[in-house]
């Protein structure tokens, strides 16, 4: 079965940094456009960044602007979000999805592939 595998979460301070690594397990999205979520407890799942599948397109979430960027290697069919001055309300699960549609896409409905997740936390 395809998947996603998200990793590189983990707990930082605010101000510090993470990146996060999405890659697939068991087939490719090389093609696909690809997303990053995020869910904190008790809230629905956001939009973060999203990157078309070949032309450089990328798409951010107002609250992430200037500070997260959404980057993609297709030779390794492997999508990165860095993340830098982090912020204790950035704390949340962060979800990778790919879309078959190949453009940059900011509804989490439209994707149709999800990984399980990776769990960020910043502390204040």
């Known amino acids: 079965q395809v998947q996603l595998v998200e990793s590189g979460g983990g707990l930082v301070q605010a101000g510090g940094s993470l990146r996060l690594s999405c890659a697939p397990s068991?087939?490719?999205?090389?093609?696909?456009?690809k997303g990053w979520f995020r869910q904190a407890p008790g809230k629905e799942r956001k939009f973060v960044a999203a990157?078309?599948?070949?032309?450089?397109?990328?798409a951010y979430a107002d609250s992430v602007k200037g500070r997260f960027t959404i980057s993609r290697d297709n030779a390794i069919d492997t999508v990165y979000l860095q993340m830098n001055n982090l912020k204790p309300e950035d704390t949340a699960v962060y979800y990778c999805?790919?879309?078959?549609?190949?453009?940059?896409?900011?509804?989490?409905?439209?994707?149709?592939?999800w990984g399980q997740g990776t769990q960020v936390t910043v502390s204040s």
């Open positions: 999805a790919a879309d078959r549609s190949r453009v940059v896409q900011t509804t989490p409905t439209v994707y149709d592939y």
């Open positions: 068991g087939g490719t999205f090389r093609t696909h456009a």
């Open positions: 990157i078309a599948w070949n032309d450089g397109s990328t």
